[in-house]
Structures are given as structure tokens and as C-alpha cells.
């Protein structure tokens, strides 16, 4: 009798069963678990990444109706250089361009600093250069345009003369 095999009792079948269920359900578990993770990471991503394409939507926005208005800025600035007879006039003119200008900080928009600074191809548009040697070289000298930022990001390049 010792060397006939033992036929499995119907509570051991039975257990083994269990047991091989259990661990196919764990399994099964496991990668449901695993899936889940993974569309909770790829939702936070998306979430991120709208959020960011949001963000840079608005400032590109932003940017393209300011790029939009500032030649309306320099007619006023061009309006208050002429020679007016009416101070009330002039007045009116320079109330309109201090809101707009005031408006435009407001929003974050600045003036990219021009008149004897050091030449910056990033920040400044060269149209012309001249020789002066009493002047250091790469310095604006004279601003045709001026130019605008908007944070970190260049609306407009400022127009300068600069001297070699």
C-alpha cells in the first residue's frame, strides 16, 4: 500500500480549487490595479498638459491683440511730439495715451529699455549703424520704434540706431 498512489480527498480537490482561483483572481487584481494606476497617471498628464496649452493659449492671445494696438500707442506718441496750439488738445491726447499705457501695465506689457543701452539682438532691431568714437561700441544711440515685452516673451523688437 505504500507504493499505490493516494487519490485526492473531495475537500483537497476542492481546496486546490479555491486556492487556484484565489491566485487567478489575484492576478486578475493585480493588473486591473496596475490599469487603474496608469489611466489615473495618463488623466493627470492630460490635466497638466491642458492646463499648460490653456495658459499658453492666453498668452499668446494676450501678445497678438497688444502687437494689434501698439500702433495706435505711437500715433499718440507721434501726436503729443508736434507742435499744437491747443493745450487742452495735447492734454486729451496725453490722458488717452497714460490709459492705454496704463492698461498695457496692467496686462504685464513693458518698454524694452532702449536709449544708451548696450545692443541686444534678442530685444533690439538694428537699422542702422554709425561711427562715433566718443561712444562705446554696441550702444543705441537713437530709437526709431520702440519696442514691447509681454513677461519674458518680445511682442515687438525695438528699432535703434547703434554705434560701432
Known amino acids: 500500500m505504500d507504493n499505490e498512489k493516494q487519490i485526492p480527498t ?3 480537490q476542492t481546496e486546490t480549487t479555491e486556492v487556484s482561483e484565489l491566485e487567478t483572481l489575484k492576478a486578475e487584481k493585480d493588473e486591473l490595479y496596475d490599469k487603474y ?3 489615473l497617471a495618463e488623466y493627470d498628464n492630460f490635466r497638466k498638459r491642458s492646463q499648460r496649452e490653456k495658459e499658453a493659449i492666453y498668452g499668446d492671445a494676450t501678445a497678438e491683440a497688444v502687437k494689434k494696438l501698439l500702433p495706435v500707442l505711437d500715433s499718440f506718441e507721434r501726436a503729443l511730439n508736434y507742435e499744437c496750439k491747443d493745450e487742452e488738445f495735447k492734454k486729451g491726447i496725453s490722458l ?3 490709459t492705454l499705457k496704463e492698461i498695457f501695465d496692467n496686462m504685464g506689457v513693458k518698454e524694452i529699455p532702449d536709449m544708451g543701452e548696450q545692443f541686444d539682438p534678442n530685444l533690439h532691431e538694428a537699422v542702422m549703424h554709425i561711427d562715433n568714437p ?9 530709437v526709431y520704434r520702440k519696442g514691447y515685452m509681454l513677461g519674458d516673451k518680445v511682442i515687438r523688437h525695438t528699432m535703434v540706431i547703434v554705434a560701432n
Open 10 to 12: 473531495e475537500e483537497q
Open 37 to 39: 494606476l496608469r489611466t
Open 96 to 98: 488717452i495715451q497714460n
Open 134 to 142: 566718443e561712444l562705446p561700441e554696441n550702444v543705441i544711440t537713437d
